[in-house]
């Protein structure tokens, strides 16, 4: 059965980088879209950024965008969300997920898989 692993969060100060891992283990990504989303106190969980690990679809939210990039190592299985120039307003707790289908779906409800999730602080 595929589990998801997220790592990487921390505690930065504002205008520092991060970067969070998605390792899958019990078997590939081969087929699966891969994601990651982020949920404030009191917010909804939102769409950061993903990629279709077997396509060529790949999108980050239009608001992060300069900011935030993926980048993939096939041999580890690891789906990673670069995060540069962080803001406070992006502390939250940061989840990997994923499904096997050949769509890049925006919408949580969408994936059946989900990692534990990371959180990542950003003090001013």
């Known amino acids: 059965q595929v589990q998801l692993m997220e790592s990487g969060g921390g505690t930065v100060q504002a205008g520092d980088s991060l970067r969070l891992g998605c390792t899958v283990s019990?078997?590939?990504?081969?087929?699966?879209?891969v994601v990651w989303f982020r949920q404030a106190p009191g917010k909804e969980r939102e769409f950061v950024a993903g990629l279709m690990w077997s396509g060529s679809d790949i999108r980050v939210a239009e608001a992060l965008k300069g900011r935030f990039a993926l980048s993939r190592d096939n041999a580890k299985n690891t789906l990673y969300l670069q995060m540069n120039s962080l803001k406070p307003e992006d502390t939250a707790v940061y989840f990997c997920?994923?499904?096997?289908?050949?769509?890049?779906?925006?919408?949580?409800?969408?994936?059946?898989?989900w990692g534990q999730g990371t959180q990542v602080t950003v003090s001013s």
């Open positions: 019990g078997g590939t990504f081969d087929g699966y879209t």
């Open positions: 997920a994923t499904r096997s289908m050949w769509r890049l779906i925006a919408r949580a409800s969408d994936y059946d898989r």
